[in-house]
């Protein structure tokens, strides 16, 4: 299914559509943050992964890619989310997009995705890593709160933002 607001549409994506999302190429230092793509498909492609790891991509307008995520729920949810919460990762707005409002929309288009699909589910969760203080500022601004949580990972210490869905 599609979900729809304004024309924007967010799209579910397989672990076959890498092609999709690979014009949201990322620059160096926001993609140690983002997780390389290499990663992200490896994930989606693990046949544990149906059904509770999914991708999206995120389509303006005009048709063009401009943003992708992957949740996560159930068995792949994070040892940081809780049970019951449903984890955003490898959150990833194009280059030119960026700082227009696209982040914000991606967010709106998986609220409304999750009133349809996921109405019961009482959080969505994230980790950021704590020097992404750009990404940590457009959390904010969009909903989300931190936690208090803390969590290491691969490339530092991750701070655990939440949002409340419904």
């Given amino acids: 299914m599609t979900t729809q607001a304004a024309d924007w549409r ?78 955003l990762h490898n959150f990833r707005v194009r280059p030119g997009f960026q700082g227009k409002g696209v982040g914000r929309r991606c967010i709106s288009l998986l609220e409304a995705w999750f009133v349809r699909e996921r109405p019961v589910q009482p959080q969505l969760m994230l980790a950021v890593n704590a020097r992404n203080l750009a990404a940590i500022e457009a959390y904010r601004k969009i909903g989300f709160v931190d936690t208090g949580g803390r969590h290491e990972e691969g490339f530092g210490p991750q701070l655990i933002f939440a949002k409340p869905l419904g």
């Fill in 10 to 87: 967010l799209e579910p994506i397989s672990g076959a559509d890498r092609d999709v999302v690979e014009i949201i190429g990322l620059p160096p230092e926001q993609e140690a943050f983002a997780g390389s793509l290499d990663e992200v498909f490896g994930r989606l492609n693990e046949t544990d992964a149906v059904g509770l790891e999914q991708g999206f991509a995120v389509i303006e307008p005009g048709g063009e890619v401009v943003g992708f995520f992957v949740l996560r729920e159930g068995l792949r949810r994070p040892p940081w989310a809780p049970p019951g919460t449903v984890s």
